[in-house]
């Protein structure tokens, strides 16, 4: 799934669309990372496509009802670090 950020369940969801996960309070989900310059068409606003971990199964979910964990970057090389490193650099 290449690098992903870890989010856990809240609470307990139900869809009402057939591209939105069920999930469990406390189910893990994988959320793949994307670039925030991709212009990907299944973006959905307020949603992160995700990979639940206790199913198997892919889909929508919702954002309020998931909190990070943390994330599958290894040795600190992920976009956001790498970009604060280097305005460390330049400032000083």
């Known amino acids: ?3 992903y ?31 925030p310059f991709a212009t990907s068409q299944t973006r959905r606003p307020g949603w992160l496509f995700a990979y639940n971990r206790r199913t198997r199964a892919v889909g929508y979910v919702q954002v309020e ?3 990070l964990l ?5 040795n600190n090389t992920s976009p956001i670090s790498l970009w604060c490193g280097s305005l460390k650099q330049q400032t000083g």
């Open 70 to 74: 943390g994330s599958g970057w290894q």
């Open 5 to 35: 950020a870890l989010y856990q369940a809240i609470k307990s969801f139900k869809p009402s669309l057939e591209d939105e996960l069920e999930f469990q309070k406390g189910d893990v989900f994988q959320i793949s990372v994307e670039s």
């Open 1 to 3: 799934m290449g690098d």
């Open 65 to 67: 009802c998931v909190k």
